[in-house]
């Protein structure tokens, strides 16, 4: 069984689907594999390499992104509500000495969607786009396990491809705000996040029945 992503018209034509786990319900332990796992436990150090990296040259904008880039804020109540969100990546903390320590990327549309007791993530548009399913973890985050798509195909399923797996924690950062941080396997950065606002409801994109 899949969750369907959506699609629109217009410029906006995404075409996204995450394969239901057979187990949605089980604990994110369960589920994640042993780099992903050390990746994830070393996540306020990345925190904290990556704000140290960028304080020198981009210290001004850093204060005007406020609380997300606080690794602090972490409010109550993480869970996001079903529907279409824009999404603003920023990418922190350099990983190779021509490029900078903080990266802002234009706004793109992400859908949350839901099914029983699980609830999928899907980056709809833009170069990078990472899908997959969110796990209750705490009081003040969630833990996102997927995988990136490739091209204009699906994500694969989190595990299934080696090197795609995309792994991280949701945080509500404020009211009707949440950021999705994710800790890249790969070379673009020490960290990814992703900046989350819902969308007007008369400015979502339909979703696929």
């Not at 034509?13 to 089980?26: C, F, T, Y």
């Not at 880039?69 to 996001?80: G, H, K, N, S, V």
């Not at 021509?98 to 999928?120: I, K, L, N, T, Y």
């Not at 798509?149 to 399923?157: F, I, K, L, R, T």
Request: with cysteine.
């Amino acid at each position: 069984m899949t969750i369907g992503g959506c699609v629109a018209t217009g410029r906006h034509r995404p075409i996204a689907a995450v394969e239901v786990p057979d187990d949605p319900g089980r604990a994110w332990k369960e589920r994640i594999d042993t780099e992903d796992a050390a990746r994830l436990d070393a996540l306020p150090a990345r925190w904290a390499t990556a704000l140290a990296a960028a304080r020198p040259r981009f210290a001004a904008t850093l204060a005007r992104e406020g609380a997300l880039l606080d690794p602090a804020r972490a409010l109550r109540y993480p869970a996001l509500p079903p529907g279409s969100y824009r999404c603003r990546a920023v990418k922190l903390g350099a990983s190779g000495p021509h490029q900078p320590a903080w990266r802002s990327f234009p706004p793109a549309f992400c859908f949350v969607g839901s099914e029983g007791d699980a609830q999928s993530f899907t980056k709809q548009t833009g170069t990078e786009r990472p899908a997959g399913w969110l796990y209750p973890d705490s009081g003040a985050r969630m833990v996102f396990l997927g995988a990136f798509a490739a091209g204009s195909a699906s994500a694969p399923v989190y595990g299934a491809a080696h090197g795609r797996n995309a792994v991280g924690v949701v945080e509500r950062i404020g009211h009707f705000h949440w950021r999705l941080t994710l800790v890249p396997a790969e070379g673009s950065a020490q960290l990814t996040i992703y900046d989350l606002s819902p969308v007007p409801v008369e400015g979502q994109l339909p979703e696929i029945e």
